[in-house]
């Protein structure tokens, strides 16, 4: 144009003849922006958790929420039940238990009463032995005294009836024995029925024989 001559270029200015005009060029690589949480910012070393799926694990947005499940309306009354049943079953354990104790006790009970009605038998009914009126009074008043004690500690209540029979049993053979003893008419063969009701009535006691 007329009388304008451009001048050389100095780093980005074009100088005119009395004007200097600065011209600014765009960067070609501009500076990275600041990291706002979008990706892993260029150049640094903290690389973001890499989430890997194996065919165990499912999608956060597939998988059940975390909150408690609402329990069963069912779940406090089947417990109840249970618990029910299960003292049940132990009272009722302890109650055969028990019950088999106490009835092994009856049953050495009974057998020490005939041992002790069987040996009665054999001191008194002795043929030709001359009666001892104090000694017989003496061994009947003892049996009376186990008889009583063995009725009043029973504790398997269906044996009390069987103690009171047994007792009974004794009271007569003992009265049978002393009017034969006192006369002198014992025979081995009056022994020997004695012996034999008495065992009779025991095992009936115990269950042994009907």
């Known amino acids: 144009m007329g009388g304008l001559s451009p001048l050389p270029l100095d780093k980005g200015k074009v100088r005119s003849r009395g004007h200097t005009v600065e011209l600014t060029r765009t960067n070609p690589?501009?500076?990275?922006?600041?990291?706002?949480?979008?990706?892993?910012?260029?150049?640094?070393?903290h690389a973001m958790p890499l989430h890997v799926l194996t065919c165990g694990t499912e999608p956060a947005q597939d998988r059940e929420p975390n909150t408690p499940r609402p329990m069963n309306r069912?779940?406090?009354?089947?417990?109840?039940?249970?618990?029910?049943?299960?003292?049940a079953a132990a009272i009722l354990i302890t109650s055969c238990g028990t019950a088999t104790f106490t009835k092994t006790g009856s049953d050495a009970t009974i057998e020490s009463l005939r041992n002790f009605e069987l040996a009665f038998i054999d001191e008194f009914a002795v043929p030709g032995k001359k009666f001892n009126a104090a000694a017989f009074n003496a061994k009947v008043n003892e049996g009376n005294a186990m008889f009583q004690q063995a009725i009043a500690n029973e504790k398997f209540t269906a044996r009390?009836?069987?103690?009171?029979?047994?007792?009974?049993?004794?009271?007569?053979?003992?009265?049978?024995?002393?009017?034969?003893?006192?006369?002198?008419?014992?025979?081995?063969?009056?022994?020997?029925?004695?012996?034999?009701?008495?065992?009779?009535?025991?095992?009936?006691?115990?269950?042994?024989?009907?």
């Open 29 to 45: 690589h501009p500076p990275p922006l600041p990291y706002e949480g979008r990706g892993v910012p260029a150049g640094s070393r």
């Open 74 to 87: 069912n779940t406090p009354k089947n417990f109840i039940v249970r618990n029910v049943f299960l003292c």
């Open 160 to 210: 009390r009836p069987v103690l009171i029979d047994l007792k009974q049993k004794f009271d007569n053979d003992a009265t049978h024995l002393r009017s034969k003893a006192s006369q002198g008419k014992v025979t081995p063969a009056l022994a020997a029925e004695m012996k034999k009701s008495v065992n009779k009535i025991y095992d009936h006691a115990l269950g042994r024989q009907t």
